[in-house]
């Protein structure tokens, strides 16, 4: 019977029997140790499988931290001879080559975490399942990320996960955004009557001071009589105050040393041990004790209440057993078992290197390049945070006269390539003072400078950068290739930063010097976004001479396809980006793909491909969420505000912006501020408050400002004219029209041409305006600028009727009419239709658009099912196990008014 927890096993019970019947999802229970975070995950146990549900398991053992990807196997190892089989080829590969069990290349953690959703979802096809995950603190990084993943994906599953983590602990499942119940201690009602259950024989006094000690924790309720009646005998005066878990430890201790040397050296090695596997901890105990040993050497231990021996597995009743015990033995001894253990597990390398490293009490170059295997074997099972901190680890214990520079220069290299920019730079300046070949110490200069923050963008610290890329790039045969990897963070942050033109110069020219040939796409990629205005013809020129498929690398398709819209130019920037996007998905990499959707999504809204660019922004907004890079999340939010504001949901539109703008305020990239002006002044121009839309958009112009931005300020140009020439302001909307066409001429982009184009009517004099209307939508070069090509439209109509000429009017009325709602911009939309009307023509409400009523994820999965793609293949494109797939086209049906995946071609989906 649990004492007090009543409000607690009512809420895990909703939570089973609510996933039980298709709602699934995940809950965090946290708490102090011996709050009853494990009874009440074993109480959830116990109601699942009466109910005939499934339950799956992993204890979080804090010397298996450092193993990837071992928490999971722990986890999926009971059902993975079962149900593997019935995983996708890729999906199955993923997972094996995580935990060990193939030389597939390395996958993707999220790779990793889909083939474990679906592996799951396929189980809960058969029975509920419950995940139980107690100690989620010292769970591996790798396995925490991936169960993560899973827990932010389990509605519609027939799945309960319970994540158990001990209070003051960081683990990833903290930010994973789940729910959780905080434990709290017992009241003293509750406290007394489990102590009077477990101990009934205690004489008044001494059981108000047991409560007093325990303080409400449970397991202290119940561990110190225990230790008390052990004892034999009491003291009466009261000990000295120590905290319930000390106080506890202290407990578990006595009982240790009163068993017999055999056992208490068997019981170091199962707490030093990662696996709780019988065998190799009585191998290694007679290691250390130099005897036969047998499961009767532990049997005092379980008699104790120390352990529990099930089968082949050794397991602590509680885990302040473990550490007591681990902790208490001699620094002398706790080495002996490591190097024990180290013996013992002569074939499993990875757990092998990592005890011959807890063994070793100084720098060992033998166990760090033991290590550094270690990290090379978690690169290729797909964890390289895991390989970073190996190599890390590995550093430790190497002189700085061997291998310590090149392992911390290798490690942070990696936590470069995971976005760890902070760790790399003190790993970088560790590694300093080591000695390093010479092109090792090129390589560590080169990333130091790419990875200065604190020198701003100077021409002096270019210049020493494009200096220590040339001599890369001749002393290594990859040297080119990285010292472009290397100069890329340094062109985005031009773009962002806004140096001198000598700093933008100097960048250009250090990659140029770099480039194999005049199209190499990286050389292309800096040039953008170092010197946007300076480089943009160039760029843009030799885009258009690269052959199909000339660049088939997803990262280097996203790094062209965003750079082409740092220059305006998104018509060029699309098939890269959707390439990029299509390689990302096939790839799992889930980070890399939320940047290259947002990407994708504004270039989608300046194209005119408005229900493309939402689903785009919503994909990359909850990717962003999960990998952790909340700048791209604001991104994405702000091209959804926009969207909404065209869409007419005013309210949706200015939410998104200010909780956007509070998160950039807190986050620091505050360069990103000119996209929130942007939706800012989109929003006012669609409310028709065009002194506000001039205020916001001339913000992003002016270098006072906190959103100053050069470049951003030109994506609401054509805005900020629109509403100089409706506010009287004349002379305004003339000086940025020719801004505006300067810059299109210098650049060549072709997204400020659209834009001169449609403007240039609005800031021309009445009597000259007629013909620039007419050259300009007669023009091709709005082809393929449909948004800006129905503005012109409107504009005409308007300045027809507003000359009287009613019938006239109509036609490029209606033809702004017809657009706005292809587009499915219904605020603009409804100005079209109220221009008409006045011209004399009656028009109806816009017809709903039964696609309108799907979600953005909706839409996805409704026009993936059309082409014929199955749920699994669905899944595996979104990251969604196929239950989920299925559940979301369960809604889609009635929504499009059809009852089959059949009819779905049918259906009108949109035709961006």
């Given at each position: 019977?649990?004492?007090?927890r009543?409000?607690?096993?009512?809420?895990l019970?909703?939570?089973?029997?609510?996933?039980?019947?298709?709602?699934?999802?995940a809950?965090?229970?946290?708490?102090?140790?011996?709050?009853?975070k494990?009874?009440?995950?074993?109480?959830?146990?116990?109601?699942?499988?009466?109910?005939?549900?499934r339950?799956l398991?992993?204890?979080?053992?804090?010397?298996?931290?450092?193993?990837?990807f071992a928490?999971?196997?722990q986890?999926?190892?009971?059902?993975?001879?079962?149900h593997?089989?019935?995983l996708?080829?890729?999906?199955?590969?993923?997972?094996?080559?995580?935990?060990?069990?193939?030389d597939?290349?390395?996958?993707?953690?999220?790779?990793?975490?889909?083939?474990?959703?679906?592996?799951?979802?396929?189980l809960?096809?058969e029975?509920p399942?419950?995940l139980?995950?107690?100690?989620?603190?010292w769970i591996?990084?790798?396995?925490s990320?991936?169960?993560?993943f899973?827990?932010?994906?389990?509605?519609?599953?027939?799945?309960?996960?319970?994540?158990?983590?001990?209070?003051?602990?960081?683990?990833?499942?903290?930010?994973?955004?789940l729910?959780?119940?905080?434990?709290?201690?017992?009241?003293?009602?509750?406290?007394?009557?489990?102590?009077?259950?477990?101990?009934?024989?205690?004489?008044?006094?001494?059981?108000?001071?047991?409560l007093?000690?325990?303080a409400?924790?449970?397991?202290?309720?119940v561990?110190?009589?225990?230790?008390?009646?052990?004892?034999?005998?009491?003291?009466?005066?009261?000990?000295?105050?120590?905290?319930?878990?000390?106080r506890?430890?202290r407990?578990?201790?006595?009982?240790?040393?009163?068993?017999?040397?055999?056992?208490?050296?068997a019981?170091?090695?199962?707490a030093?041990?990662?696996?709780?596997?019988?065998?190799?901890?009585?191998?290694a105990?007679?290691?250390?004790?130099?005897?036969?040993l047998?499961v009767s050497s532990?049997?005092?231990?379980?008699?104790?209440?120390?352990?529990?021996?099930?089968?082949?597995?050794?397991?602590?009743?509680?885990?302040?057993?473990?550490?007591?015990?681990?902790?208490?033995?001699?620094?002398?001894?706790r080495?002996?078992?490591?190097?024990a253990l180290?013996?013992?597990?002569?074939?499993?390398?990875?757990?092998?290197?990592?005890?011959?490293?807890?063994?070793?009490?100084?720098?060992?170059?033998?166990?760090?390049?033991?290590?550094?295997?270690a990290?090379?074997?978690?690169?290729?099972?797909?964890?390289?945070?895991?390989?970073?901190?190996?190599?890390?680890?590995a550093?430790?214990r190497?002189?700085?006269?061997?291998h310590?520079?090149?392992?911390?220069?290798?490690?942070?290299?990696?936590?470069?390539?995971?976005?760890?920019?902070?760790?790399?730079?003190?790993?970088?300046a560790e590694a300093?003072?080591?000695?390093?070949?010479?092109?090792?110490?090129?390589?560590?200069?080169?990333?130091?400078?790419?990875?200065?923050?604190?020198?701003?963008?100077?021409?002096?610290?270019?210049r020493?950068?494009?200096?220590?890329?040339d001599?890369?790039?001749?002393?290594?045969?990859?040297?080119?290739?990285?010292?472009?990897?290397?100069?890329?963070?340094?062109s985005?942050?031009?773009?962002?930063?806004?140096?001198?033109?000598?700093?933008?110069g100097?960048?250009?020219k250090?990659?140029?010097?770099?480039?194999?040939?005049?199209?190499e796409?990286?050389?292309l990629?800096?040039?953008a976004?170092?010197d946007?205005?300076?480089?943009?013809?160039?760029?843009?020129?030799?885009?258009?001479?690269?052959?199909?498929?000339a660049?088939d690398?997803?990262?280097?398709?996203?790094?062209?396809?965003?750079?082409?819209t740092?220059?305006?130019?998104?018509?060029?920037?699309?098939p890269?980006?959707c390439?990029?996007?299509?390689?990302?998905?096939?790839?799992g990499?889930?980070?890399?793909?939320?940047?290259?959707?947002?990407?994708?999504?504004?270039?989608?809204l300046?194209l005119?491909?408005?229900?493309?660019?939402?689903?785009?922004?919503?994909?990359?907004?909850?990717?962003?969420?999960?990998?952790?890079?909340?700048?791209?999340?604001?991104?994405?939010?702000?091209?959804l505000?926009?969207?909404?504001?065209?869409?007419?949901?005013?309210?949706?539109?200015?939410g998104?912006?200010?909780?956007?703008?509070a998160?950039?305020?807190?986050?620091?990239?505050r360069?990103?501020?000119?996209f929130?002006?942007?939706?800012?002044?989109?929003?006012?121009?669609v409310?028709?408050?065009?002194?506000?839309?001039?205020?916001q958009?001339?913000?992003?112009?002016?270098?006072?400002?906190?959103?100053?931005?050069?470049?951003?300020g030109?994506?609401?140009?054509?805005?900020?004219?629109?509403?100089?020439?409706?506010?009287?302001?004349?002379?305004a909307?003339?000086?940025h029209?020719?801004?505006?066409?300067?810059?299109?001429?210098?650049?060549?982009?072709?997204?400020?041409?659209?834009?001169?184009?449609?403007v240039?009517?609005?800031?021309?004099?009445?009597?000259q305006?007629?013909?620039?209307?007419?050259?300009?939508?007669?023009?091709?070069?709005?082809?393929?600028?449909?948004?800006?090509?129905?503005?012109?439209?409107?504009?005409?109509?308007?300045?027809?009727?507003?000359?009287?000429?009613?019938?006239?009017?109509?036609?490029?009325?209606?033809?702004?009419?017809e657009?706005f709602?292809?587009?499915?911009?219904?605020?603009?939309?409804?100005?079209?239709?109220?221009e008409?009307?006045?011209?004399?023509?009656?028009?109806?409400?816009?017809?709903?658009?039964?696609?309108?009523?799907?979600?953005?994820q909706?839409?996805?999965?409704?026009?993936m099912?059309?082409t014929?793609?199955?749920?699994?293949?669905?899944?595996?494109?979104?990251?969604?196990?196929?239950?989920?797939v299925?559940?979301?086209?369960?809604?889609?049906f009635p929504?499009?008014?059809?009852?089959?995946?059949?009819?779905?071609?049918?259906?009108?989906?949109?035709?961006?």
């Open positions: 019977m649990l004492y007090g009543e409000a607690e096993l009512r809420l019970s909703d939570h089973v029997s609510a996933s039980f019947d298709g709602a699934g999802g809950l965090l229970l946290r708490g102090e140790a011996g709050i009853g494990t009874t009440l995950l074993g109480a959830a146990r116990e109601a699942a499988v009466a109910r005939g549900g339950t398991s992993a204890l979080g053992v804090q010397s298996e931290a450092s193993v990837p928490g999971l196997h986890l999926l190892k009971p059902v993975l001879p079962d593997a089989p019935s996708l080829a890729r999906q199955r590969d993923a997972l094996f080559a995580a935990f060990g069990m193939s597939s290349a390395a996958p993707e953690m999220f790779s990793v975490g889909l083939a474990s959703l679906e592996l799951i979802s396929g809960a096809e029975a399942v419950v139980l995950i107690d100690d989620a603190q591996d990084r790798p396995s990320e991936v169960l993560a899973v827990a932010r994906r389990l509605e519609g599953e027939r799945v309960a996960m319970l994540v158990a983590v001990r209070e003051g602990h960081e683990t990833v499942l903290n930010d994973a955004g729910p959780e119940v905080q434990l709290e201690k017992l009241t003293g009602d509750a406290a007394a009557a489990l102590l009077a259950a477990r101990a009934p024989e205690l004489d008044p006094a001494l059981r108000q001071r047991l007093a000690e325990a409400g924790n449970p397991l202290a309720l561990e110190l009589p225990t230790a008390l009646h052990r004892e034999g005998t009491v003291a009466q005066s009261p000990l000295p105050w120590l905290p319930t878990t000390r506890l430890e407990s578990f201790l006595a009982r240790a040393s009163a068993l017999p040397e055999v056992t208490r050296t019981l170091l090695i199962a030093a041990d990662d696996e709780g596997d019988l065998a190799e901890i009585l191998t105990a007679e290691i250390v004790a130099g005897a036969a047998s532990l049997e005092p231990a379980v008699h104790a209440g120390l352990i529990e021996v099930r089968g082949h597995a050794v397991r602590f009743r509680h885990p302040l057993i473990r550490s007591a015990v681990y902790h208490a033995a001699a620094p002398s001894r080495l002996a078992g490591h190097a180290a013996k013992a597990l002569a074939a499993h390398h990875e757990r092998r290197a990592w005890h011959r490293a807890a063994a070793t009490p100084g720098p060992d170059d033998d166990v760090a390049l033991d290590l550094e295997q990290a090379c074997r978690a690169l290729r099972r797909g964890a390289p945070r895991a390989a970073a901190e190996a190599l890390r680890q550093a430790l190497s002189r700085p006269q061997t310590r520079g090149r392992l911390l220069l290798r490690s942070a290299e990696i936590n470069f390539e995971l976005g760890e920019a902070d760790t790399a730079r003190r790993q970088l300093r003072s080591a000695e390093l070949a010479t092109e090792e110490r090129l390589r560590l200069t080169l990333w130091a400078e790419a990875l200065d923050e604190e020198s701003g963008f100077r021409p002096e610290r270019v020493a950068f494009a200096d220590v890329a001599q890369l790039a001749g002393a290594d045969s990859d040297g080119a290739a990285l010292a472009l990897r290397a100069l890329w963070p340094l985005i942050g031009c773009w962002y930063g806004n140096p001198a033109e000598e700093t933008r100097l960048v250009v250090a990659a140029r010097r770099l480039r194999k040939d005049d199209s796409p990286m050389v990629s800096v040039a976004c170092a946007p205005v300076g480089e943009a013809a160039w760029v843009i020129d030799r885009t258009t001479r690269l052959a199909p498929g660049v690398d997803p990262a280097e398709q996203h790094a062209l396809g965003a750079s082409l740092a220059i305006w130019a998104y018509d060029l920037a699309w890269y980006l390439a990029a996007v299509d390689g990302l998905r096939q790839q990499r889930l980070g890399l793909l939320g940047e290259a959707l947002a990407s994708q999504a504004w270039a989608a300046h005119g491909k408005h229900r493309l660019a939402r689903t785009a922004a919503d994909e990359s907004r909850r990717l962003s969420r999960d990998t952790g890079r909340s700048r791209w999340a604001c991104v994405a939010e702000l091209a505000a926009t969207l909404a504001s065209e869409r007419g949901e005013s309210e949706t539109a200015t998104l912006i200010r909780t956007t703008e998160d950039l305020l807190s986050l620091g990239p360069s990103i501020l000119g929130a002006q942007f939706a800012r002044g989109r929003h006012a121009m409310n028709k408050q065009y002194d506000d839309a001039f205020e958009l001339t913000r992003v112009l002016d270098p006072a400002d906190i959103t100053y931005h050069p470049f951003v030109y994506l609401g140009m054509a805005d900020l004219i629109e509403a100089a020439v409706r506010t009287g302001r004349g002379d909307a003339q000086r029209y020719a801004q505006l066409s300067a810059m299109a001429e210098r650049t060549t982009a072709p997204y400020l041409r659209a834009m001169a184009a449609y240039r009517p609005l800031v021309a004099a009445d009597d305006a007629e013909p620039l209307y007419r050259r300009a939508l007669d023009d091709r070069l709005l082809a393929n600028w449909p948004f800006h090509r129905a503005q012109l439209l409107l504009a005409h109509g308007r300045w027809l009727r507003r000359r009287r000429r009613i019938v006239e009017a109509r036609g490029p009325l209606r033809a702004a009419v657009s709602d292809a587009l499915g911009i219904t605020a603009i939309g409804e100005d079209a239709r109220a008409l009307r006045a011209a004399g023509e009656a028009v109806g409400r816009p017809t709903p658009s039964t696609v309108d009523s799907l979600t953005p909706e839409l996805q999965i409704a026009r099912a059309a014929g793609m199955t749920n699994r293949e669905i899944g595996t494109r979104l990251f969604l196990s196929h239950r989920t299925g559940q979301h086209l369960y809604r889609i929504k499009l008014g059809i009852t089959s995946r059949g009819q779905l071609h049918l259906a009108d989906l949109g035709g961006d």
